[in-house]
Nanobody, 123 residues
């Protein structure tokens, strides 16, 4: 079993930066594509960023492209999401997930799911 624990969320102002982390335990992350999803109240969950198991392929939703950066450190069993130029519409619960492939991430077919960290951006 893979346990995923997110951290780093909080309350920031529009234009600020914030980095969230997803630490894994139980087994290695290296065999999984990893993604960050977010869900705001009353809205559908969306995949905002994904990274392949080796880190060579990345995906970003159009709404965050150019502002968010996903990265991973397989040696530390951790995935990161650096968020810059935050907007109030970025407010959501951010959750990391492990999937067997990037295609599975984009289709919402994940193997493991964390509990999430709240990011709130005030205007």
């Amino acid at each position: 079993q893979l346990q995923l624990v997110e951290s780093g969320g909080g309350l920031v102002q529009a234009g600020d930066s914030l980095s969230v982390s997803c630490a894994a335990s139980g087994r290695t992350l290296s065999g999984y594509a990893m993604g960050w999803y977010r869900q705001a109240p009353g809205k559908q969950r969306e995949l905002v960023a994904g990274i392949s198991n080796g880190g060579s392929t990345k995906y970003y939703a159009g709404s965050v492209k150019g502002r968010f950066t996903i990265s991973r450190d397989n040696a530390k069993n951790t995935v990161y999401l650096q968020m810059n130029s935050l907007k109030p519409e970025d407010t959501a619960l951010y959750t990391c997930a492990a999937a067997l492939s990037m295609v599975d991430l984009q289709k919402g077919r994940y193997e493991y799911w964390g509990q999430g960290t709240q990011v709130t951006v005030s205007s």
